[in-house]
């Protein structure tokens, strides 16, 4: 059963420590997307990837935050340092074009909750 | 920038009420329309519309997809207390290889028995 597995599924951090967040996509997807998720402001969309090139990241706050994808099976989300109001649910999801057809369907991980204190 | 707005924010139901759910979007190369279910944990897709009047149907979900007037609809007949969960709307648009899929805050939709 192909799925997007994220780790840690929960992490508490202290304000001011590096958090790290790994994603691995469902095998053969080409796109991988970062999102945060709050009350407030619903899903985000931090960063993207596709054939593991970085495409957008106006999203995220590029001085704290960093997204890459060493190879095709990891992408990872670090925030460093982190801070009370990064506290969320950050969810990757990845996906790929339906064979004939331009449009993508995102396939969602579990998410990672994330609390600074 | 791309953007899109759901209605209402939430909705309190009675099981076996029928419910609509609306999307409206504006987005740069519009290529399709999701909706996708959210209950305790990560959304699950539920549709994918791409055309203009194609209804799409899973039981009793379905959705209309309006290209012209900007906006998609998901219906829910004889609601159950299990389609209680936050239904997601998201467009896939963009330029060139840069489409990406951007999601409005959600409905909540709360079926009571």
């Known amino acids: 059963d192909a799925r997007v597995t994220q780790t840690p599924r929960h992490k508490v951090t202290e304000m001011g420590q590096e958090v790290t967040m790994r994603c691995q996509p469902i095998l053969g997807h080409n796109t991988v997307f970062w999102y945060r998720q709050t009350m407030m402001q619903g899903l985000e969309l931090l960063a993207y990837?596709?054939?593991?090139?970085?495409?957008?990241d106006s999203g995220m706050p590029k001085d704290r935050f960093s997204a890459e994808m060493p190879d095709a099976t990891l992408a990872t989300l670090k925030i460093q340092p982190s801070e009370p109001r990064d506290s969320a649910v950050y969810f990757c999801?990845?996906?790929?074009?339906?064979?004939?057809?331009?449009?993508?369907?995102?396939?969602f991980g579990q998410g990672t909750r994330l609390t600074v204190v | 920038e791309d953007k899109v707005v759901q209605s209402p924010l939430s909705l309190v139901v009675h099981e076996g009420d029928t419910v609509t759910l609306n999307c409206s979007y504006e987005?740069?190369?519009?290529?399709?329309l999701l909706w996708y279910k959210q209950e305790k944990k990560a959304p699950t897709f539920l549709f994918m519309l791409t055309s203009s009047g194609i209804e799409k149907k899973s039981g009793r979900l379905s959705s209309i997809l309006d290209k012209k007037e900007l906006f998609s609809i998901l219906n829910i007949t004889a609601t159950q207390t299990g389609d209680s969960a936050v239904y997601l709307c998201a467009v896939e648009g963009g330029g060139g290889s840069n489409y990406k899929l951007t999601f409005g805050k959600g409905t909540l939709l709360t079926v009571n028995p």
């Open positions: 990837f596709r054939n593991r090139a970085p495409l957008d």
């Open positions: 987005v740069t190369n519009f290529r399709s």
């Open positions: 999801a990845s996906g790929s074009p339906r064979t004939g057809l331009m449009n993508t369907e995102a396939f």
